[in-house]
C-alpha cells in the first residue's frame, strides 16, 4: 500500500502565499501521475493539477497561472505552491498518485488550506 503524506497547509491571507508537500513512500517510478484535488465545504471535488513521469504539467482553470506543481525526485516528494490566493482557494487539498497499471488511485490523507483575513 502506498502511503502519502501531505504537510504545509494552514491559514493565510488573501494574496498571500503557501506551499504545501506530498510525501511518498515509493518512489515516483512507481507512479505515472501524481496531482492534487480539492474539496471546499459542500462543494464537489474539483481537480487541481497533476505532474507525471516525464514532468508533463497541467492545471485546473480556477488555478492555472497561479498555482504550480514541481517535485524532488530525491525525496519522492511533489510541491503545489500556490500564490496569489484568494477566498475561494479556501479547501481540504488531497495528494494523490496513479499507477495506470492499477484502477484505483492512492490519496493523502486531506490539508487544511484556509485563506482568510
Known amino acids: 500500500q502506498v502511503q502519502l503524506v501531505e504537510s504545509g497547509g494552514g491559514l493565510v491571507q488573501p494574496g498571500g502565499s503557501l506551499r504545501m508537500s506530498c510525501s511518498a513512500s515509493?518512489?515516483?517510478?512507481?507512479?505515472?501521475?501524481m496531482g492534487w484535488y480539492r474539496q471546499a465545504s459542500g462543494n464537489k471535488r474539483e481537480w487541481v493539477g497533476t505532474i507525471t513521469r516525464d514532468d508533463s504539467r497541467a492545471y485546473g482553470d480556477s488555478v492555472r497561472g497561479r498555482f504550480t506543481i514541481s517535485r524532488d525526485k530525491a525525496k519522492n516528494t511533489i510541491y503545489l505552491q500556490m500564490n496569489n490566493l484568494n477566498p475561494g482557494d479556501t479547501a481540504v487539498y488531497y495528494c494523490y498518485a496513479h499507477d495506470y497499471s492499477r484502477t484505483a488511485m492512492d490519496w493523502g490523507q486531506g490539508t487544511q488550506v484556509t485563506v482568510s483575513s
Open positions: 515509493e518512489s515516483f517510478s512507481s507512479f505515472n501521475v
